[in-house]
């Protein structure tokens, strides 16, 4: 088993930047690629931002130059620098592994104010 704990949430003022980190713990050596998804209300969940093993990395379009998505192995967590932030990227955002299966955290809101 693979726990997901997710911080770093909060309310910002669009055009600021909030960094979200997510520790594992359990089975982490059977985790390969990880992820950061996000749920805006009455929306599907999305994903964000991804990392490979190998530290490959891709975005959605819409955060694309705005967002980082990186890995410290040595701590076991994988980070999401979220800078430039508008509006529409207020959502309950999710840590995602992918190992013997998927794993997902609890979530953590990101409010952006106008």
């Known amino acids: 088993q693979v726990q997901l704990v997710e911080s770093g949430g909060g309310l910002v003022q669009a055009g600021g930047s909030l960094r979200l980190s997510c520790v594992a713990s359990?089975?982490?050596?059977?985790?390969?690629?990880e992820a950061w998804y996000r749920q805006a209300p009455g929306q599907q969940r999305e994903l964000v931002a991804a990392?490979?093993?190998?530290?490959?990395?891709n975005y959605v379009d819409s955060v694309k130059g705005r967002f980082t998505i990186s890995r410290d192995n040595a701590k076991n967590t994988v980070y999401l620098q979220m800078n430039s932030l508008n509006p529409e990227d207020t959502a309950v955002y999710y840590c995602?592994?992918?190992?013997?299966?998927?794993?997902w955290g609890q979530g953590t809101q990101v409010t952006v104010s106008s």
């Open positions: 990392i490979t093993s190998g530290g490959d990395t």
């Open positions: 359990g089975i982490i050596f059977a985790i390969t690629n």
């Open positions: 995602h592994a992918i190992g013997s299966t998927r794993y």
